[in-house]
């Protein structure tokens, strides 16, 4: 979803420079640095960067080449100065023949309406096509530059997926080692009571107490998130969204055999998943 994008164009001999950037974010935030942009053109503009770039924090500049910053400096409207200083003189003059207007009154008149101009050069609709074309320019060169981030964030991402699937096989060999040792800790148990247990009983507890800590379940329904982990990714167009919840789910399941783990090498094999887990959630973050 990061990703920045850089044109230029020349209208009435200035160079204007358009930068664009797009950091992550869960909708689309547009912001628009610049006052060159024409108020009438805000709205469309901002509809068009959402419809090309989709979600992220995205940020539009627009400036002039430094050697061109002249053009924005606030000018002095010299003919509107000059139509209030008669005024003000005449008016004056009128009331009081012998007042003789000082240095003040030039400084009094910069603060009256349309004296100080913004300096902001206008853009017409010929000059906005081309500022436009600039503007699109800087769009096309940010994706190419999120598609270049992009394909190496995607081989990351399932090289992290792959490695949370290899762990399944692994729990499955210490499974057999970890019913021995949940039947031997509850007989041990029995026999430091000291109690005359039916043996039949026993057997059917020891049963119900294995298969509650059964994580056949789990480790199928990790490995199914895992396949349409991959299968989103490679499929959809923008799955950013859908791979955060696909990554929530593959938590649930990953939580769930820890806490029925009861064997060390299982728990190591837990820690590691979790480890890669966040690592992929940091990382859809970033797409979109």
Known sequence: MTGYGKAECVISGSKYIVEIRSLNGKNADINLKTSLIPRDKEIM???????????????????????????????????????????????????????????????????????????KPEIDEDQWETLFAAIKSAVASLKEFREKEGRSLQADVLAKVASIESYIPQIAEFEPERTAAVRARLESRLKELAVNADLNRLEQEIIFYIEKLDINEEKVRLAQHCRYFRETIDSEEFPGKKLGFIAQEMGREINTLGSKANHAGIQKCVVRMKDELEKIKEQSMNIL
């Open 45 to 119: 503009l901002r509809q068009y960067l959402a419809a090309e770039l989709g979600r992220g924090s995205i940020d539009l500049f627009v400036s002039l080449d430094n050697k061109d910053q002249s053009a924005l400096a606030h000018k002095v409207n010299r003919d509107v100065l000059a139509e209030y200083y008669a005024q003000v003189k005449d008016a004056v003059t009128q009331a009081d023949p012998q007042y003789a207007p000082d240095s003040q009154l030039f400084v009094s008149l910069l603060h009256l309406p349309d004296v100080i101009g913004s300096g």
